[in-house]
């Protein structure tokens, strides 16, 4: 049995310590429906074992939000029902990281999955990560996004991330490129019935939002704006669930 060293313990306190006050980044990710009679079906890629957060689970396209993404042309903005609720709640999030927020989950569905959401059409950017649009000629669209649910990581986590889950449907792609995105964050991108996502290898949060999901779904299969919006966080060491 291997002893740690004082020197080892000190530094494994420090970086736990530095956790709790790293505050947590911005994140969204995509969840992508699809209807087949009366099953919902939802696209699901395995992260590849080699990454060191969480390797070999299965989740949604996602990742961290860049600000820059603000700043990107659109075919059609937020539905003002789904902005106020991606403004409300703790933190301060304006109409532009609002924006970014759910603009990223589309580059990043893009990027990992080779989906575009939006609508044909001339776009131009001159940012890297936005290139698939324009060369596919698909401006990104967020009038058909629709806010899911949102998730805090707690505090002693090494990576933190403020998670917002926003989903769409397979109709509102404008490109499915045959071999996927451009990166290889995700292998066995799959559609999976809802029912089987939930067996599946993944986080307990994207358990517990697919819960969330199908209750919604059962009430409203068109997932209609302005829906309750569930938010989970870590207060005083007990997890909570706030409605937006």
Do not use: C
Request: no cysteine; proline share 7%.
């Amino acid at each position: 049995m291997d002893v740690m060293t004082k020197a080892e313990i000190d530094k494994v306190e420090r970086i736990a310590l530095d956790a709790k006050l790293i505050p947590p980044r911005d994140a969204a990710t995509l969840i992508l429906l699809d209807r087949k009679g009366d099953e919902f079906l939802v696209l699901m890629g395995r992260r590849h074992a080699r990454h060191a957060f969480m390797p070999g689970k299965f989740v949604f396209p996602g990742g961290r939000t860049d600000p820059a993404d603000s700043r990107i042309s659109i075919a059609t903005a937020l539905h003002p029902e789904e902005e106020a609720r991606l403004t409300a709640g703790i933190g301060r999030t304006s109409p532009a990281r609002a924006r970014a927020i759910a603009l990223s989950a589309i580059r990043e569905t893009y990027e990992e999955a080779g989906l575009l959401i939006g609508q044909k059409g001339a776009f131009a950017s001159a940012k890297r990560d936005w290139q698939g649009f324009v060369e596919h000629g698909v401006m990104p669209s967020l009038q058909a996004l629709r806010f899911i649910a949102r998730a805090i990581t707690p505090p002693n986590r090494v990576r933190r991330f403020d998670t917002r889950f926003l989903a769409a449907w397979r109709d509102d792609v404008a490109v499915e490129l045959p071999d996927g995105g451009p990166t290889d964050e995700l292998e066995d991108v799959v559609w999976l019935p809802l029912a089987k996502a939930r067996q599946a290898d993944i986080p307990d949060i994207t358990r517990t939002v697919l819960e969330e999901l199908e209750t919604r779904l059962a009430r409203d299969p068109l997932l209609r704006p302005g829906g309750p919006v569930p938010f989970y966080r870590l207060v005083r060491n007990r997890f909570v669930r706030e409605i937006l």
